[in-house]
């Protein structure tokens, strides 16, 4: 009897295994494209950081993410029990503040006399020119990549959990899928962003090294790293348009119903133009939200010199 009950435990143990694996699965699919927005924006965050310091800022924004899913995971299953309309509000607000963010670079880069000067460039600078240790600025810099981290694994999260609650998974096996998704993006993410970082490092050891072909691919790596950094940061930055837009589209029906219905115009190009519209609508968006908070500072600024006299 006992050894029947056993194996009775071990053959339900192993169907939800397989419900869980193949959970796993249609959850990894569908954040596919955030999970390369995801790429894109860490390599991005990372990048400008002095060579022997690129692993450990790497690692520290690692450790956060980490942290991130810790909160991230049990939350989303708790808001998901209690009350759904929750989780959507939250998304809509990490949205809000990528767009945000992507649309303050933009116009930094742009139009910088538009905006107030950019604090974090001139601490780079001061600090270069006083041949200074950048902790600060480089503490800055992770704290920033562990912040945007945390509204993309909750989007990541999310997608997840309602691929999860279309399968008809009970509750510990949205507590498994979720857990496997987070520790397998952590690890994968970071694990690229890492290499992507030290390719230029790759580059300089094989060029040492004798062979002409070993010494021709090191230079090779050597010259495309710093245009592979520029090409990432250029995708982060729209990344978070793409991801930031998507996010605040699917929220807003009326967005989503016109989105959907100008991209079915385009037939084979539909998916292509669904995220151009997406990307378009977060920069818009995030611009509006930029100079709100660009006239409310001048507002208190002026306000605060009238004070003072």
């Known amino acids: ?158 997608i997840a959990l309602g691929s999860a609650v279309a399968s008809g998974a009970t509750l510990m096996q949205k507590g498994l899928v979720l857990s496997i998704i987070a520790v397998a993006i952590t690890v994968g993410i970071y694990g690229l962003v890492a290499g992507i970082v030290k390719i230029d490092d790759a580059g300089l050891h094989m060029m040492d090294k004798e062979g002409d072909f070993k010494q021709k691919v090191g230079e090779i790596l050597f010259t495309a790293a710093p245009k592979l950094m520029k090409f990432l940061s250029i995708a982060g930055t729209l990344a978070m348009f793409l991801v930031g837009g998507g996010i605040l589209v699917h929220g807003i029906g009326f967005l989503q119903d016109g989105v959907e219905d100008l991209a079915h115009l385009t037939g084979i190009f539909e998916s292509v133009t669904t995220a151009l519209l997406n990307g378009v609508i977060g920069f818009i968006i995030g611009a509006a939200v930029v100079a709100i908070f660009t006239i409310i500072g001048k507002i208190r600024g002026d306000n605060g010199a009238s004070s003072a006299h």
């Open 1 to 158: 009897m006992a050894g029947g009950s056993l194996l009775m435990l071990l053959d339900d143990i192993s169907v939800i295994l397989d419900d869980v694996s193949a959970m796993t699965k249609v959850a990894a699919k569908k954040t596919t494209g955030v999970l390369a927005d995801d790429l894109a924006l860490n390599a991005e965050q990372v990048s400008g950081v002095k060579a022997s310091r690129e692993l450990p800022v790497v690692w520290a924004v690692a450790k956060g993410s980490f942290v991130n899913k810790l909160i991230i995971v049990p939350a989303a299953l708790l808001i998901s029990a209690v009350y759904p309309p929750l989780v959507t509000f939250l998304l809509m607000c990490g949205g809000l503040y990528l767009a945000y963010e992507g649309a303050e670079k933009v116009i930094h880069r742009f139009w910088p006399h538009l905006l107030p000067h950019d604090e974090e460039q001139n601490a780079r600078l001061q600090a270069n020119a006083e041949n200074v240790d950048l902790v600060a600025l480089e503490k800055q810099k992770i704290k920033g990549a562990i912040r945007t981290d945390f509204i993309l694994s909750a989007e990541i999260i999310v």
